[in-house]
C-alpha cells in the first residue's frame, strides 16, 4: 500500500477545497464564493448562556485545503476581540480535524495599528495576535490594506499574503473622466509607501504623470497634530488615499491642507470603512471632501447612504479576495497588482 503525505506541497493539487465564511461575515463570504466559483461550505455557530460560543464545521475538513473568511472589525453585539477569538476557535477545530492547510482570511485585521512601542512599557499588540495564529498552527494568513505592511510580514511567522487595493482604486478613478491634471495624497508619512502604489497604478491606467504629496502628522494621548503639508497639488483633482476611516480627523486635515493650497476637487479612498458616529456627521457635513470611496472589507452601515448619498461609493473586494483564494488554492502567483510589497 502506498501511503500519500498530503501535507507536503507537492500534493497539493490532491486537496480538495473549502471555504468557510463565519456568520458576520456571511454576505462578504457569498460574494466572495460567487466570484471565485466556488461554495460556502456549512458550519454552525451556536450562542451559550454566560457569553460563551462554539462554532464547528458541519462538513468533513480531514485532507482538505480549508479557507476561513472572518472580517474583524468591531461592531454592534459584536466587539473585535469576540469576532478575533470566534475566528482562531474555528480555525482550531480545522486543525484538530485534520485540515490539510489552513489559510485565515481577515479583510480586516484589528490591532494592525499598534505595531510598535511609542511610550515606556507599551504593548506591541500586531505581534501578539500574530501569535494567537501561529499558536493555534494556521499555515497562512491573508488580509488587505493593514497599517503598516513590513511590520505585518515581520510579526507573523506563518505564510502572510497582505492584498492591496491600489489598482482598484485606480481604476475607480479612471471611469471618473476629467480633464484636470489628478493628484495622490498620502494624509501621513507613514501612508506614503500605499499612496504611491496607487499613484503608480493611476499612472499606469491613464498615461499621465500624476502629482504626489504627504501631509505631516503627529499623534500622541489621541490627540493629531502637525500642518505641514508637502507637494503641488494647484489646480488639481486630489485623491487622498488611506488604509482606513476611522475617526475622520486624518482625511479631514488632509483635505483643509490640499484645498489651501489649491485642490479644485478632493475625493477620500480608504480600504476600510471604521466611521465613527462623529466621522460620519463631520464627513457628511464638511464641503472640504467630494466624494467617500471604500470598500465592503467591513459591512458597510446602511444609515451612511441616508447621511452621505451619493457622496459615498463602496466597492466590492469580493473579486481580489476570490482571486487570491484561487490562487493559493492552485499554487499559482497572485496577479502582482493585487500584492502590495
Given at each position: 500500500m502506498t501511503v500519500v503525505n498530503t501535507l507536503c506541497p507537492e500534493n497539493r493539487h490532491r486537496w480538495e477545497m473549502l471555504f468557510f465564511a463565519l456568520d458576520r461575515s456571511k454576505a462578504l463570504g457569498h460574494n466572495i464564493a460567487k466570484a471565485g466559483g466556488f461554495d460556502v461550505a456549512p458550519h454552525e455557530e451556536r450562542e451559550f448562556d454566560g457569553g460563551e460560543h462554539k462554532a464547528r464545521p458541519l462538513t468533513e475538513v480531514n485532507g482538505h485545503d480549508v479557507f476561513v473568511l472572518h472580517t474583524l472589525n468591531g461592531e454592534t453585539g459584536a466587539s473585535a476581540n469576540d469576532k478575533l477569538l470566534r475566528l482562531l476557535f474555528f480555525l482550531a477545530a480545522c486543525r484538530d480535524h485534520g485540515a490539510a492547510r489552513v489559510t485565515a482570511i481577515t479583510p480586516y485585521l484589528p490591532y494592525s495599528r499598534k505595531d510598535r512601542r511609542t511610550k515606556p512599557q507599551d504593548p506591541v499588540t500586531s505581534r501578539y495576535v500574530a501569535q494567537f495564529f501561529e499558536a493555534i498552527g494556521v499555515d497562512s494568513l491573508m488580509t488587505l490594506e493593514v497599517h503598516n505592511p513590513a511590520a505585518f510580514e515581520n510579526a507573523h511567522r506563518c505564510r502572510v499574503l497582505h492584498l492591496s487595493t491600489g489598482s482598484m482604486f485606480a481604476g475607480e478613478i479612471t471611469a471618473r473622466p476629467t480633464a484636470r491634471t489628478q493628484a495622490v495624497v498620502s494624509p501621513d508619512p507613514g501612508g506614503v509607501k500605499r499612496a504611491q502604489l496607487m499613484r503608480e497604478a493611476l499612472q499606469e491606467a491613464t498615461g499621465k504623470d500624476v502629482p504626489f504629496g504627504f501631509m505631516e502628522k503627529r499623534r500622541s494621548a489621541g490627540v493629531v497634530s502637525g500642518s505641514h503639508f508637502a507637494g503641488n497639488v494647484d489646480g488639481c483633482v486630489v485623491h487622498i488615499v488611506d488604509d482606513m476611516i476611522c475617526g475622520g480627523s486624518t482625511t479631514l486635515r488632509a483635505a483643509s491642507a490640499v484645498r489651501a493650497h489649491g485642490a479644485v476637487e478632493v475625493h477620500a479612498f480608504a480600504t476600510h470603512g471604521l466611521l465613527t458616529e462623529?466621522?460620519?456627521?463631520?464627513?457628511?457635513?464638511?464641503?472640504?471632501?467630494?466624494?467617500?470611496?471604500?470598500?465592503?472589507?467591513?459591512?458597510?452601515?446602511?444609515?451612511?447612504?441616508?447621511?452621505?448619498?451619493?457622496?459615498?461609493?463602496?466597492?466590492?473586494?469580493?473579486?481580489?479576495?476570490?482571486?487570491?483564494?484561487?490562487?493559493?488554492?492552485?499554487?499559482?502567483?497572485?496577479?502582482?497588482?493585487?500584492?502590495?510589497?
Open positions: 462623529d466621522a460620519v456627521a463631520a464627513l457628511s457635513e464638511t464641503s472640504l471632501v467630494d466624494t467617500i470611496t471604500l470598500t465592503d472589507s467591513t459591512t458597510p452601515n446602511p444609515a451612511w447612504a441616508t447621511r452621505f448619498g451619493d457622496r459615498l461609493r463602496i466597492l466590492s473586494c469580493a473579486p481580489m479576495i476570490a482571486d487570491a483564494i484561487n490562487a493559493e488554492h492552485n499554487s499559482l502567483p497572485v496577479s502582482a497588482r493585487s500584492v502590495q510589497k
